[in-house]
């Protein structure tokens, strides 16, 4: 008769009873103290082999998942790094996790992410949420966030957590800041499209004040603008999130409130290709009789054709720099505070060679 096999052996207190399963539990499993699971865990160079495979035996046994949160809280040590970003809908975010992860990476350290779809409330949740689990730092889009917020993040930083707001920069920052001026970046583009010849330069946008670094783009545009004498009321603006339908969609709208219009910055580049392709549909010359700039640089600025040309924002040197800075202020670097512009480049391409348009 074939020997029946030992059943494994179960935690009362857990396994049988449908309840989480504790490092107690685990050392109970094991015939260990839990000190010596902990110890497992956290210093295996200081146990004996014996005693690793005890308890990584029970582990694997009872499917033990360690409570990340307490660790931290009872350590002061935890791994968890939160990063809020705007919208998952626009790719101009998907370089710049990939820069933050990458140097996280190297470090140990995990992202937590969250999406605060352009909404102060939803961003106010999800700061508290995620500082309750007593993060390595917390990595935060923009610097306009509300009064609750504020305090928070900046009550945070009191408490030893790191706080970077990134994409934008700012005179009175919560601690430490990464990312260009938007302003700028308005201003560059008008002063652009002007030295070109154009004197009907249009604005389209989305979303209003919602996205504040839209708005601060689009004040420094449209002061350049005015002081150039030009006019400036050339604007059009969404309400949803980007995409190249609603670029398609703006560009009609703009050319019927504005047929005069010679030259159009779009907020970012999805709305800048559904354009471009309205306007090739529509049979109207780019960039003859319709210049383009967009904004982000993405992959489909260079992919369409005629190529748009638009403001070049180094989005995962943005996030490679603001881990590093997170990284520096966890190890008590002195300088790390210190805000960094990261600067932008005006990329031109085929949306904007040529003659204007006579008006």
């Known amino acids: 008769m074939a020997k029946r096999s030992k059943p494994v052996r ?10 989480r399963v504790t490092i107690k539990d685990v050392a109970r499993h094991a015939g260990v103290g839990w000190i010596t699971v902990s110890r497992v865990m956290r210093a295996p160079d200081k146990v004996s082999a014996i005693l690793k495979h005890r308890v990584h035996t029970a582990i694997d046994d009872l499917g033990y998942v360690a409570n990340q949160a307490a660790s931290g809280l009872a ?3 935890c791994r968890i790094v939160p990063v809020l970003i705007p919208t998952l809908s626009h790719s101009v975010y ?10 996280l990476d190297r470090h140990g350290y995990e992202i937590l992410l969250g ?5 102060a409330e939803v961003e106010a949740r999800l700061a508290a949420t995620f ?30 957590t790191p706080v970077i707001e990134y994409m934008d920069l700012t005179d009175d920052p919560i601690d430490i800041n990464v990312g260009m001026s938007h302003r700028a970046t308005g201003v560059a583009v008008a002063e652009f499209f002007a030295g070109q010849g154009y004197r009907h330069i249009a604005y389209a946008g989305t979303l209003g004040e919602r996205d504040p670094r839209g708005s601060r783009r689009l004040e420094g545009f449209r002061d350049t603008l005015r002081a150039r004498g030009l006019p400036s009321d050339y604007v059009v603006m969404g309400s949803e999130l980007f995409s190249m339908g609603l670029g398609a969609r703006l560009l009609t709208e ?16 999805d709305l800048a290709a559904g354009a471009v392709l309205e306007a090739k549909r529509r049979n109207i010359a780019i960039p003859q009789r319709l210049a383009i700039m967009g904004f982000s640089d993405l992959e ?45 480049e005006i990329i031109e391409r085929e949306t904007t060679r040529g003659a204007a348009w006579p008006p």
């Open 115 to 119: 999406t605060t779809n352009y909404d």
């Open 131 to 160: 500082l309750g689990w007593f993060p390595a730092g917390i990595l935060v889009a923009g610097v306009d966030h509300s009064a609750a917020t504020r305090k928070r993040l900046t009550q945070a930083v009191a408490q030893g």
């Open 254 to 269: 703009l050319l019927e409130q504005f047929p005069q219009v010679e030259a159009v910055l779009f907020a970012n580049d």
């Open 10 to 19: 179960r935690s009362r207190n857990a396994l049988a009873q449908g309840k």
């Open 75 to 77: 350590s002061g040590a």
């Open 300 to 344: 489909i600025a260079t992919l369409l054709s005629p190529a748009i040309s638009s403001v070049r924002v180094d989005q995962k040197g943005i996030g490679r720099l603001a881990a590093q800075k997170l990284i520096a202020a966890l190890a008590g670097a002195p300088d790390c505070r210190r805000a960094v512009d990261v600067g932008f």
């Open 94 to 103: 998907v370089p710049f996790l990939d820069g933050v992860h990458e140097e």
